[in-house]
Antibody
Framework: VQLVQSGAEVRKPGSSIKVSCKAS????????ISWVRQAPGQGLEYLGG????????SYAQRFQGRVTITADESTSTAYMELRSLRLEDTAVYYC???????????????WGQGTLVTVSP | DIQLTQSPTFLSASVGDRVTITCRAS??????LAWYQQKPGKAPRLLIH???ALQTGVPSRFSGGGSGTEFTLTINGLQPEDFATYYC??????????FGGGTKVEIK
């Protein structure tokens, strides 16, 4: 199984971006997917996640209202949309699969290759 | 949110060395802690989950320990391919999970 993300994008401040993450080799139904970003030279920051079997989502507080995570079971693809982009949203965005033990998320055990989103005037 | 503080932030070591990285949580997270390795231009790779469980395929020179608020990642016999940045992550308060700031391991 691999998570394959869409390609690099450039956007202007105030616009939005939608990044895709396709599971190849296995249906995404039943996979829990989270999104994590990494600004240039910085650490990892969690945005939110989806439990694809139920379509339930949860978001980090600082991104509430600005990010939406969805999944299309028919294509085994998850999406992350970030709106009202700012210069500081420039980052590599990763999708990652949850490792579950007894229905509890214990880690992210499979990651996409990352998508560079550049926000520039 | 629970804050995770890693130390040191930078570590210089030689091949064959034993190195230990510490991750301290601002509140107890039981054993809900994972460790990742990241190389430049690559996605993070899971090493340890549940504070001490080695992920399948990860060499046994990596080990994790601790519980509550203090955790360690130890590499016994550093190899050339281990020079990378390491991150801890707490998942006790999922979805309000957090990452540590990272520890960069470089060649002395």
């Amino acid at each position: 199984v691999q998570l394959v993300q869409s390609g690099a994008e450039v956007r202007k401040p105030g616009s939005s971006i939608k990044v895709s993450c396709k599971a190849s080799g296995d249906p995404i139904v039943g996979f829990d997917i989270s999104w994590v970003r990494q600004a240039p030279g910085q650490g990892l920051e969690y945005l939110g996640g989806i439990i694809t079997a139920f379509g339930s989502t949860s978001y980090a507080q600082r991104f509430q209202g600005r990010v939406t995570i969805t999944a299309d079971e028919s294509t085994s693809t998850a999406y992350m949309e970030l709106r009202s982009l700012r210069l500081e949203d420039t980052a590599v965005y990763y999708c990652a699969r949850h490792r579950l033990e007894m229905a509890t998320v214990v880690a992210f055990d499979l990651w996409g290759q990352g998508t560079l989103v550049t926000v520039s005037p | 949110d629970i804050q995770l503080t890693q130390s040191p932030t930078f570590l210089s070591a030689s091949v064959g060395d034993r190195v230990t990285i510490t991750c301290r949580a601002s509140q107890g997270v039981r054993n809900s802690l994972a460790w990742y390795q990241q190389k430049p231009g690559k996605a993070p790779r899971l090493l340890i989950h549940g504070a001490s469980a080695l992920q399948t395929g990860v060499p046994s020179r990596f080990s994790g320990g601790g519980s509550g608020t203090e955790f360690t990642l130890t590499i016994n016999g550093l190899q050339p391919e281990d020079f990378a940045t390491y991150y801890c992550q707490q998942l006790k308060t999922y979805p309000a999970l957090t990452f540590g700031g990272g520890t960069k391991v470089e060649i002395k």
